[in-house]
């Protein structure tokens, strides 16, 4: 356990000393996530809310799935890029003898239209510029200890003249979660987590290293809260409702932008129906300095065994998000909404 703790203080500590990041390939480190239910819940990616997809997210989490699971998202557009679109892809497995491995695809597509508002007509972009990011994932949970997670990239990048280039990167995630009350009534579990990308600050070239940009190297840090409130007598298959709360800080080592604070709520029922909100504030390279929102969304889950028949544990999640597109510009709000909805299907395996 020491060494593990000594390697990421040291990852962390390298990385202070990483080349200047400068808003490069800002819509996949910091546009839309894959996750509808983070994206409702303040954009927090620490925390266990969303332990599918991890290439966004804290690769620690990975763990808290369970058996087989398949994943897909779909988001757009993306601000100018009208027709832009995101889809995430996956697949994971879960043993609890040695661990979870999961694989992640993000295709983003510009598509082929442009919206300029101060232009105020749309106009055919000749370049349909793509961007892939490729992400294997390892997570272990240490019993009594915590659960790390280990992220390997590859970033590819087609700029819409049929030759693509491509770089790696690599991120660590550790989590612990305590259990403050757990009996028949009340479950009461607190989580701290942290996350580093870009741990041996690696940089995207598509013609020399001289003109390389750097990766971001993020580092996140959140405290969440779960409540849990159960009575047989009225319900007995689920809990009555519960309640999460979530905040985290966000901090780029090789920038002084993209600093942000999260914070994210969620009220269930019957373990079924899921309300989410929350707020985010993060500095950028914009003229304006900052960009803030809050979020709101809604979520599904249907768990098979609980509710349909025994002996087939499987679970199916529906996430979704509508919101206006948060604004660069001060009183800016011509853009259409962005619409992000994830389909999870999940099959335990004892």
């Known amino acids: 356990m020491k060494k593990i703790i000594v390697l990421f203080l040291f990852v962390l500590s390298n990385s202070i000393f990483a080349q200047d990041y400068n808003d490069f390939a ?9 996750s509808a239910k983070t994206e409702a819940m303040g ?29 897909y998202s779909n988001s757009s557009p993306f601000y100018g890029y009208s027709d832009a679109t995101y889809n995430y892809t996956g697949v994971s497995y879960n043993n609890p003898t040695i661990g979870a491995l999961a694989f992640n695809l993000l295709l983003f597509n510009s598509g082929p239209t442009i ?35 280990i992220n390997a990239n590859l ?13 790696i990167f690599f991120e660590i995630g550790l989590s612990r979660s305590f259990g403050l009350v757990q009996n028949s009534e009340l479950k009461d579990e607190l989580t701290i987590a942290a996350q580093l990308k870009n741990i041996f600050n690696q940089s995207f070239s598509a013609v020399d290293q001289a003109q390389s940009d750097a990766f971001p ?23 009555l409702f519960g309640f999460t709360i979530g905040l985290e800080y966000q ?7 993209r600093t942000a604070y999260k914070a994210g709520v969620e009220l269930s029922f019957l373990d079924i129906i899921f309300l989410r909100s929350g707020y985010y504030n993060e500095t950028t390279y914009s003229s304006e300095g900052e960009l803030e929102d809050f979020t709101y969304g ?27 597109q948060p604004s660069y510009v001060t009183d800016f709000s011509s853009l259409d909404n962005f619409t992000t909805f994830t389909l999870i299907a999940n099959y335990g395996i004892d």
């Not at 300029?116 to 370049?127: A, C, S, V, Y």
């Not at 590819?156 to 491509?166: K, L, N, P, Y």
């Not at 901090?251 to 932008?257: F, H």
């Open 298 to 324: 809604f979520g599904l889950k249907l768990d098979f065994e609980k509710y349909i028949t025994n002996n087939f544990p499987l679970v199916l999640v529906f996430d979704f998000v509508s919101l206006e």
């Open 217 to 239: 190297s993020i580092f996140r840090i959140g405290v969440s809260n779960l409540f849990e409130y159960t009575d047989s007598d009225v319900f007995e298959k689920a809990y």
């Open 155 to 167: 970033f590819v990048a087609d700029f819409g003249t049929d030759q693509t280039f491509s770089d």
């Open 43 to 71: 954009r927090i990616l620490t925390l266990n809310f969303d332990p599918y997809f991890v290439s966004q997210s804290n690769p620690a989490n990975l763990v808290n799935t369970k058996g087989v699971a398949v994943f």
């Open 115 to 149: 919206f300029i508002p101060q232009w105020g007509e749309p106009f055919t972009n000749p370049f349909k510029e793509k961007r892939y990011l490729y992400t294997l994932t390892y997570s272990y949970k240490i019993q009594s200890w915590f659960s790390f997670g």
């Open 26 to 34: 800002r819509e996949i480190f910091f546009g839309r996530l894959p």
């Open 251 to 257: 901090d780029l080592l090789n920038s002084d932008k």
